[in-house]
């Protein structure tokens, strides 16, 4: 019998899809189950869009360029000058989502054997997309008890060795909606100059600040012109997940030839949804206004509802939609399975992450779960009610 490689062997299951096939169960027996795993929000994808792409004039739907629509960079071109990022359309390639653009950028800046270092805990496909690429990942350990600020800095540079070749965050982040100050993103910054770093940036979750804050982009930082790599999608910020669009942005022009060799290898981003993303360009100025207030609502009702449950801790995420709490249980993987397999309240049960896929340090986060707060207000509750009676049974 064929075997099949150790790259596969090795490449981790998603811990935000893994209990899937025991939700779609709990379904089956006529349970409703409360999707807190996943960022897929229920905010309607704005209807201009969505008619920007159905009143297309397409008589043919061909390939697109490999660095997508010139028209759609030249619009993203005007996004980021509103968000105080200034590049030029030669300098973007569309990618198949974000997700595209963090493996791009993984592929043309390490060989197999090099390392990334990356705050824990983090996005659990950083994991899966540098085991895809033969690189190890050196996680460096933030906390709970403050919120997962960025770890000192000390901590970086203790991890950097001869293989360092990239740090990355996610910045707002995901999954601990931690949202980096100038502070920490310019300590970030001096050591990615000093041990002369790429610095790779997520900022899918760009437009979610909150209690005032304002995002920092790492390509707004002054001296990374060729060591900033952004990636970005247009999934969240505009409640357009299955479009499958995001962004690979760096002013370095060497890195972007190499990406674009892997970008004509799978020869174009998807045609529709770049004219979505071109439409959205255009939205009103004020349609986040709306969604923001909106998802602070959703995170001051999920934060509130946790720490009231006995023996539950959630810190206050200042962005994105996620938030980590830590709960009293030995093993949040064995209870997440039994919240669909075992447990309803009143016809329904809540579907949660287990932390324990978000860190590549083993053992750690095996008490925490992420919320996705992607649900409305009274679905929240819901959950949380669900959640509230199933620790009560679940320790009794």
């Known amino acids: 019998m064929p075997v099949i490689s150790h790259r596969g062997a090795h490449m981790p299951p998603s811990p935000i899809r893994k209990l899937v096939p025991y939700a779609d169960a709990a379904k089956q027996r006529g349970i409703q189950v409360y999707h807190l795993n996943i960022g897929q929000p229920d905010i309607e994808t704005p209807k201009a869009i969505l008619d920007a792409v159905r009143h297309a004039d397409i008589q043919v739907l061909e390939y697109s360029h490999s660095a997508g629509f ?6 993203l071109v005007e996004y980021y000058s509103r968000n105080g990022i200034a590049i030029n359309h030669n300098q973007i390639i569309v990618t198949t989502g974000g997700s595209e653009a963090i493996a791009f950028g993984i592929q043309s800046c390490l060989d197999p054997g090099d390392e990334i270092i990356i705050p824990e805990p983090f996005y659990a496909n950083y994991n899966g997309f540098s ?74 979750y760009r437009e979610f600040c909150y209690d005032g804050r304002r995002h920092i982009s790492a390509l707004s930082l002054d001296g990374l012109e060729e060591h900033a790599i952004l990636m970005d999608t247009i999934s969240k910020r505009y409640s357009a ?35 979505l993303g071109e439409a959205a360009v255009d939205l009103p100025a004020d349609y986040f206004d709306a969604v923001h207030a909106e998802y602070t609502a959703r995170r001051d009702v999920l934060v509130q509802r946790l720490n009231a449950i006995p023996g539950v801790f959630c810190p206050n995420p200042g962005g994105a939609f996620y938030a980590m709490a830590k709960l009293p249980v030995r093993d949040s993987e064995a209870f997440c399975q039994w919240l669909l397999e075992e447990f309803s309240h009143e016809g329904s049960t809540v579907m949660m992450a287990p932390a324990g896929g978000f860190y590549a340090s083993a053992g750690k986060g095996r008490d925490e779960v992420r919320l996705a707060y992607v649900l409305n207000e009274a679905s929240i509750h819901h959950a949380m009610d669900c959640l509230e009676a199933a620790l009560k049974v679940y320790k009794s």
């Open 70 to 75: 010139e028209s759609y960079r030249r619009k």
């Open 131 to 204: 085991t895809a690429a033969g690189v190890r990942v050196v996680p460096i350990p933030s906390q709970i008890e403050n919120g997962f600020a960025l770890p000192p800095i000390e901590a970086f540079e203790q991890a950097v060795t001869t293989r360092t070749k990239a740090i990355l965050i996610c910045n707002p982040n995901n999954p601990t909606g931690y949202l980096y100050s100038r502070e920490e993103l310019e300590l970030l910054r001096a050591i990615c100059l000093k041990h002369d770093l790429f610095l790779f940036s997520d900022e899918a």
């Open 241 to 275: 997940c299955g479009g499958r669009i995001g962004a690979f942005v760096t002013r370095n022009q060497q890195v972007l030839d190499t990406a674009m060799k892997f970008a004509q290898a799978r020869l174009s981003p998807p045609s529709f949804a770049q004219i």
